[in-house]
Nanobody
Framework: QVQLVESGGGLVQAGGSLRLSCAAS????????MGWYRQAPGKQRELVAT?????STNYADSVKDRFSISREKNTVNLQMNSLKPEDSAVYYC??????????????WGQGTQVTVSS
């Protein structure tokens, strides 16, 4: 099994910054990709940013030039700058994992709330 533990959410004023972190642990041989997704009330979960094992990144158009994803071993960080009220959502960490015992797994964190006030 794999556990993802997120931290760093909270309340911030528009224009402010927050940094989210997610640490993966468990029966991990390698993490092929990690990413952040978010879900606002009444909306579907959407991709925010992802980063692969080789460091390739992908961002939603709505966060390009404001958010930056980075990775250190089994931890992924999301630096969020110039936050807007529409960035308010529950942010979920995701990891695509090759297990020690073989096979692949897709895991999610419990979510962390980000609220941006206007």
């Amino acid at each position: 099994q794999v556990q993802l533990v997120e931290s760093g959410g909270g309340l911030v004023q528009a224009g402010g910054s927050l940094r989210l972190s997610c640490a993966a642990s468990g029966s991990i041989f390698s993490i092929n990709a990690m990413g952040w997704y978010r879900q606002a009330p009444g909306k579907q979960r959407e991709l925010v940013a992802t980063i692969t094992l080789l460091g390739s990144t992908n961002y939603a158009d709505s966060v390009k030039d404001r958010f930056s994803i980075s990775r250190e071993k089994n931890t992924v960080n999301l630096q969020m700058n110039s936050l807007k009220p529409e960035d308010s959502a529950v942010y979920y960490c995701n990891a695509d994992v090759t297990m020690i015992q073989g096979g692949l797994g897709d895991y999610w964190g419990q979510g962390t709330q980000v609220t941006v006030s206007s």
